[in-house]
C-alpha cells in the first residue's frame, strides 16, 4: 500500500514518509487505514516507497498483494486523475479500500489474479452503494490477437456512449490502453482497436466525454453465411465445450444448430458479447417468432454464458431481441 495511517491519525504516502525519515521526523508506529493492524515501511530498490502489513496476514480491505506493478500503476493513475482524487481511501460501509477514487469513480487496477468469487464481491459492493467501479488491467490480463480473452478481461468491459471499451495499463510505458471497436469473427475471434494514450495531466478531461476520443474505423474482415456455418461444424465435430452445450439445449427443444434459417447466421450487433452463443439465441427466436419479450428473455437467460459483471444483460438482449426481429421481417419478406 502507498498510504499508512500515523500515530495521530494522519495518512502519510510511502514518499513523504521517506522524506520524513531523511529529517529523521517519521512517526514509529504506522498502522493499516484499513484494517488497524500494524504495518511496516519498505524502502526497496525494485519498488517505489511503500507500506506492508508486519505479519502477512489477509487484510479485507486490500484487493491484493502489491508487485512493483501495482504500486508504480497507482501512482500513474495519481497523475491521471483530478488532483482530489484520494490514493488507496478506505471505505467504511464497504470495508473496501479501491486504488484511487475519485468523487463516486471507484478505480481498481488489476495486475494479479483474483477469483472470480472475490472480483464479483468487490464489484457489487461498489454498485450497490453507488460507486461506479474502472477496473483497469495490468499486462498480465491485456488481450492479445487471437488470444482467447482470460474470465477476468472480460469481466471487466464497460459500457460507455461509444460502445463497448475496456481498459489497461502499461507501467514501464506509462500509457493508458483503450481498447474499443470490440468485435468477434469466426475465423478470427475477438477483434479490438487499441489507442494508447501516455499517461499526463490532461489526458484525465477528455477520458469521458463523448467524441472526445479519436476513432478511426476498423476494417472488417468479410464475413460469408456458408462458411460461418461450415466453422460452427467444425466447433462441434471437435467438441468445443460451449459448442456441446448449445446444440444440446437445441436438440432438447427440437432444433439444430447447423440447420437454421440463413439469417440466425449473420453478424449481428452484439457479436462480440455472445460470439457464437448468438446462433442459439436466433434459433430461440426463430422457433416462434410471435413471442414476447420476457418469455424469450427467460429463455435466453437459461441457454446463455454470460461472463459480463458490469454490463446490464437485459439490455443486451433486448437488443438482440430487436435485431432478431429486424432480420427474420427481412427475410420474410423476400
Ligand atoms: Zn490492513
Redesign the pocket.
Known sequence: MLIAKEQGGCLISGSEYREALSRNEAGQRLV?P????A?IFKNGREKIPHFA?QINQE?R??SEGETAEHLAGKELLLRLLPAEACLEAYLPELAQRPDLLWRRLAVEFQCSGITARRFQERTHNYLVQGYDPWWILGRRFLPGRGLRWSQLTKAVVRASPQGLELWGLDTKQERLLYYHDLDWHYREGALFAVTECFVGASLFAGLFHPGSRCHKPVPKPRWEIAEYRLQLQRSLASRTKGMIRLQGACYQLGGNLLALPDWCYLPGRQQFLLEQQLVGLRFLFSRNPQVDFMKWYRQAEELLEWPFLLLDQQKVLADVFAECRELWQEASQC
Open positions: 493499516c484499513g484494517c488497524g493492524e504495518v502489513h487484510c480491505s486490500l
